[in-house]
């Protein structure tokens, strides 16, 4: 019990162990040798963990050398027995990568690519899993900025060709630089977070969501302004219309939200942050999560001094 390497495996024996749950001629068991000398010492056990095979109709065991992932041992046991066991695997938000698709992946130039070199049995990695997980998930609606994972244990040549020696290695993959960078930075969601949103340009806060700047212009932040304490709103609002013509569709929506206060009143903007925020809590498409939390963003930069009704919606 006291067994590093024992507690390392424990959660991979266990995977084995409910891979095998309605299979009845398989049986995956344990022994604490340390209060099971006499066994230990019958089967020649002189190191923790050792895993023997005890096969159908055999009187002596054979000792098991494979890896110590619950893939290696799953594999072995199905090839010796026959048996159709399989590693349940829960869905992940993180790319997982090999050689036959790392460079359609990590070396697209319109991609940013975060890669974690790891190996299955390393115990740093595996701290590591459920945080990196976390990132997967904070940027998995963006689509040019990857979070991906390689089992170089696995991916020897993989692991080699980046100068991978120990695990787990992260590296970025930019878009100007597909030669690689090294990731020294910390190792919480929330170093991982920053470090992508600064390196592609993003906005992301854990779990997914957006900051309350995400979409924010500051020069049409300055224009909203203008708009809301000026007597001739319609000269600013023409402002708008030409600042925006060549930017991005949710940059236009500052021009937008003008026409409708020119149109339906300023008190247009409070509701309208209303019914965004009801749309919010419902369920909806991570794009569209993304789009109205945007427009909140941006009527927030707009004050609510207006007084005139307001019915219409966007």
């Known amino acids: 019990p006291w067994c590093g390497h024992c507690k390392a495996l424990a959660p991979e024996y266990e995977v084995v162990a409910d891979s095998y749950t309605r299979e009845n001629n398989v049986v995956i068991a344990k022994v604490d040798c340390t209060v099971e000398k006499d066994l230990a010492s019958r089967f020649g056990v002189t ?84 945080i990196y997980e976390e990132v997967g998930k904070t940027f998995k609606a963006d689509s040019n900025c990857v979070v991906a994972k390689v089992d170089a ?55 997914g969501g957006l900051t309350d700047s995400a979409g924010r212009v500051p020069s049409l932040d300055a224009l909203a302004a203008k708009f809301m304490g000026s007597d001739d709103k319609a000269a600013v609002a023409e402002e708008a219309n030409t600042a925006t013509k060549d930017m991005d569709k949710m940059a236009q929506y500052y021009y937008k939200v003008m026409k409708k206060c020119i149109e339906k009143g300023t008190d247009f903007i409070a509701t309208e942050i209303d019914r965004l925020s009801r749309m919010l809590e419902g369920n909806i498409t991570d794009e569209k999560r993304d789009q109205f939390t945007i427009r909140k963003n941006i009527l927030a930069a707009f004050s609510t001094s207006g007084s005139d009704d307001a019915h219409s919606e966007l």
């Open 153 to 207: 244990d696995s991916e020897k040549s993989l692991g080699g060709r980046f100068g991978v020696t120990g695990f787990p290695t992260i590296k970025f993959f930019p878009k100007d630089n597909k030669a690689g960078e090294a990731y020294s930075g910390g190792r919480t969601a929330e170093d991982f977070i920053t470090f992508l949103n600064e390196k592609c340009n993003l906005n992301r806060v854990a779990g």
């Open 47 to 130: 190191g923790y963990p050792t895993l023997k095979f005890f096969k159908k109709g055999a009187t002596e065991p054979e000792a098991y050398s494979g890896g110590r992932t619950a893939d290696d041992i799953v594999k072995f046991i199905n090839k010796e027995t026959g048996a159709r066991g399989f590693v349940k695997k829960a869905p992940s938000a993180v790319v997982q990568l090999d050689e036959s698709n790392f460079d359609a992946t990590a070396l697209d130039t319109t991609k940013d690519v975060l890669v974690e070199f790891y190996a299955p049995w390393c115990g740093h990695c595996k701290r590591l899993t459920p």
